[in-house]
């Protein structure tokens, strides 16, 4: 049974470029939840999907973006990338709300 | 959401036991401690959750006393293996909800 996967594991882009980053859920997981880790720090709530629509959000611009598909995948869009986007972005997927969530290894996105 | 507050390192040595305690004075009466491991370039993975008293599984104990302020994550005869950053969050029992995360505590391991 595959956990949560992401895809790619590394990105390098330049500042002002676009970039889309892409979770699958752990089988069966309806919900998926997307956190920005900067190095040293824990990670920070970006949004959640569920149901393809975006539920709740964290304190982030309208620059990051989100979608969810009918297989519950999820992708995150960054827009007009500044170099303070270089971080760990993580996936987070859960079943119910009694499961803790489950977390994949992360897109490691460098802005040069 | 309640603030937590835990030591930013640790260090211990192979075969030891670790206790790392995590303070939340404002730990809300729903609210539940949750604990997450996180190695170098990986995601964050489940510990262990608890309410009150005392949660025990297979890979740490967690103690929390009955003012639940604070709570300690007892990790048994630790291996290097177990070095890694750990978080203490505090908030909802629930797999929908947006899960806080401060810092950490980094355990490191030695032989």
């Known amino acids: 049974d595959a956990g949560v996967t992401q895809s790619p594991t590394h990105l390098i882009k330049t500042r002002g470029q676009q970039v889309t980053l892409r979770c699958s859920p752990k089988?069966?997981?309806?919900?998926v939840s997307w956190y920005q880790q900067a190095l040293g720090q824990g990670p920070q709530f970006i949004f959640q999907y569920y149901e393809e629509e975006e539920r709740q959000r964290g304190n982030f611009p309208d620059r990051f973006s989100g979608h969810q598909f009918p297989n519950y995948s999820s992708e995150l869009n960054v827009n007009a990338l500044l170099l303070g986007d270089s971080a760990l972005y993580l996936c987070?997927?859960?079943?119910?709300?009694?499961?803790?969530?489950?977390f994949g290894d992360g897109t490691r996105l460098s802005i040069l | 959401l309640a603030k937590t507050t835990q030591p930013i390192s640790m260090d211990s040595y192979e075969g030891q036991e670790v206790n790392i305690t995590c303070s939340h004075n404002n730990i809300a009466t729903n609210d539940y401690i949750t604990w997450y491991q996180q190695f170098p370039s990986q995601g964050p993975r489940f510990i262990i959750q608890g309410y009150k008293t005392k949660v025990t599984n297979e890979v740490a104990s967690l103690f929390i006393p009955a003012d639940r302020k604070s709570s300690t994550l007892s990790l048994p005869r630790v291996s290097l293996s177990d070095t890694a950053v750990y978080y203490c969050l505090v908030g909802e029992n629930s797999g929908y909800s947006t899960l806080t995360f401060g810092k950490g505590t980094m355990l490191l391991v030695s032989p």
């Open positions: 089988s069966g997981h309806d919900t």
């Open positions: 987070a997927s859960s079943l119910s709300p009694d499961q803790p969530q489950h």
